[in-house]
């Protein structure tokens, strides 16, 4: 039963909340939806430190493979491969446009150590403004890669999938609440509960035993955990 070190740093495009201006109380509620959402696979998480930035090129523009989130991680990260650096921002540019968040993999953080982390719109926090999107569970998705989950849809319906053996195979992402949904004739309806598909964050309510078994080893191998 480990437990996490959280460093949370807050981007905003000015002072007001519509910019980004997120309150501790909801840095706190997220911290907490990540200790609920992952207390079947015995992880815990603590926040160590807030920091709170103005940049507007970095809240707008920072999506995966920009100079923006580069310039942003190597100012702010914090702590070696057990810590998890979360930033909120704002994905307000062309190219970010729809981003609900993005995550490294526990296995890059030896070729990339600073470019390790989440990265989250900042109203996807509980209790923020993205419709269907607001009780924190986008983190808690983009968590699940960080410590080496991937998506239940991975490979559709054959191959190796996500690498774990009971999540059914699903075809595709899940979207909504598609109660029953079976894309596969493989066994086991979709696994639209799970946190690592694509549904409403309402619609989210698990890992499975074989995702705690390998995001376990995950850390173990990779952060030290
Ligand atoms: N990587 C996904 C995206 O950016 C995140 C999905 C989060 N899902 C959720 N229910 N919060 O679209
Ligand atoms: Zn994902
Ligand atoms: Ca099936």
Redesign the pocket.
Known sequence: PATVDVYFHVIQAGTTLANGNVPATQVQAQIDVLNEDFASTGLSFRLRNTTRTTNSGWFNNAGPNTSQQTAMKNALRQGGAAALNIYTVGFRSAATDGLLGYATFPSSYSSAPRDDGVVALYSSLPGGTATNFNLGRTITHEVGHWVGLYHTFQGG?SGSGDQVSDT???ASFATGCPIGR?????????PIHNFMDYTDDACMSEFTTGQTTRLTSQLATYRGI
């Open positions: 319906c059914p195979a699903e079976d894309t596969c004739s493989s066994a086991g309806v979709d």
